[in-house]
């Protein structure tokens, strides 16, 4: 299940697989490139569903994170933000915005300048809005 509680199609065949997971591999360089210059850990494919994900931790001690990732439609790519720390207690503290829905490919049209904004506007989350 999704966080909307919609459930994910089922990817069943390794063509259908790179297919969907083709448009993703056209930005790695570009993402890469990001996380060399910004300092960002590269994820892929977590939970086993096409997305790229950059990754930081800020000084405040909050986890940051954008991903782009395959909609649960599978028909187009959404970028969300996330900022979360676990408190003194061991609970978990979230905030995740939408960023941008139905993003069409090819996504090399994601100017590298909006995916900058993107991490601007996840870095501006503060702790006390967790």
């Known amino acids: 299940m999704t966080r909307k509680g919609i459930p994910r199609m089922i ?7 790179d ?3 083709r448009p993703l591999k056209e930005i790695d360089n570009l993402l890469l490139d990001l996380c060399n210059k910004e300092g960002l ?3 892929k494919n977590y939970h086993n569903w096409p ?3 950059l ?3 800020t000084e405040d001690g909050v986890n940051r994170k954008l991903e782009i990732a395959l909609n649960e439609k599978m028909e187009a790519f959404r970028c969300l933000g996330y900022a979360w720390y676990d408190d003194e207690f061991g609970k978990r503290k979230t905030k995740i915005i939408e960023l941008e829905e139905d993003i ?3 996504l ?3 100017p590298s ?3 900058i904004e993107y991490l601007r506007r996840i870095g501006d989350i503060k702790m006390v809005g967790l």
Request: hydrophobic share 30%; glycine share 0%; no cysteine.
């Open 11 to 17: 990817i069943k065949t390794k063509k259908q697989w």
């Open 19 to 21: 297919n969907l997971e």
């Open 41 to 43: 850990s590269f994820q």
């Open 51 to 53: 997305n790229r994900s």
């Open 55 to 57: 990754i930081w931790l």
């Open 104 to 106: 069409h490919k090819p």
């Open 108 to 110: 090399q049209s994601l």
């Open 113 to 115: 300048s909006k995916i």
